[in-house]
T-cell receptor, first 115, second 113 residues
Framework: GAGVSQSPSNKVTEKGKDVELRCDPISGHTALYWYRQSLGQGLEFLIYFQGNSAPDKSGLPSDRFSAERTGGSVSTLTIQRTQQEDSAVYLC?????????????FGPGTRLTVL | AQSVAQPEDQVNVAEGNPLTVKCTYSVSGNPYLFWYVQYPNRGLQFLLKYITGDNLVKGSYGFEAEFNKSQTSFHLKKPSALVSDSALYFCAVKGGATNKLIFGTGTLLAVQP
């Protein structure tokens, strides 16, 4: 079946602009995670959704970052007033449920470049 | 707090030789450990996981990992490396109430023909 998909695959924006990144999880997966991969920080957790609610937003680096999930499926990560340090690959993952044993499956990522 | 360490930034091995990519962990409670592989400009692909049971876990593409509780290690292994195995490998542990993944810094595996 279809895996996790993300769009766009690449996004170049100017400093100060807002961007939206989209994630389509595997059908039926209730848990959805966003991570960020950057040279300086490695792979870091951003936010977790169970259904449409986000019980863990602890990884969001600032209030310029927000995310939502609608219909228990698609999620959008929004970055307002982008800064150069926001340049990174944003990865989305989903799992059937958020159990300890459950495997998270990742999408191909969105490479964000802020000029 | 949960954490993992990958002590080697890069591992070089000749094709056909066995390979080992090291990972050590620190957890409170039972460890739930994962290995992922990342090819250039691609997302992370799941290789294998340890939840409980046998200490030797078999995964995709001929990879396996050995869980060692006394040494708090979860090293990734393959008996015979292929050039196509060249990629970035991440060890991860589940952490927190929401079971987010906590990743190591990654190890670049380079297999020479």
């Amino acid at each position: 079946g279809a895996g996790v998909s993300q769009s766009p695959s690449n996004k170049v924006t100017e400093k100060g602009k807002d961007v939206e990144l989209r994630c389509d999880p595997i059908s039926g997966h209730t848990a959805l995670y966003w991570y960020r991969q950057s040279l300086g920080q490695g792979l870091e957790f951003l936010i977790y959704f169970q259904g449409n609610s986000a019980p863990d937003k602890s990884g969001l680096p600032s209030d310029r970052f927000s995310a939502e999930r609608t219909g228990g499926s698609v999620s959008t990560l929004t970055i307002q007033r982008t800064q150069q340090e926001d340049s990174a690959v944003y990865l989305c993952a989903s799992s059937a449920i958020a159990g300890e044993a459950n495997t998270q499956y990742f999408g191909p990522g969105t490479r964000l470049t802020v000029l | 707090a949960q954490s993992v360490a990958q002590p080697e930034d890069q591992v070089n091995v000749a094709e056909g030789n066995p390979l080992t990519v090291k990972c050590t962990y620190s957890v409170s409670g039972n460890p739930y450990l994962f290995w992922y592989v990342q090819y250039p400009n691609r997302g992370l692909q799941f290789l294998l996981k340890y939840i409980t049971g046998d200490n030797l876990v078999k995964g995709s593409y001929g990879f396996e990992a050995e869980f060692n509780k006394s040494q708090t290690s979860f090293h990734l292994k393959k008996p015979s490396a292929l050039v196509s195995d060249s990629a970035l490998y991440f060890c991860a542990v589940k952490g927190g109430a929401t079971n987010k993944l906590i990743f190591g810094t990654g190890t670049l595996l380079a297999v020479q023909p």
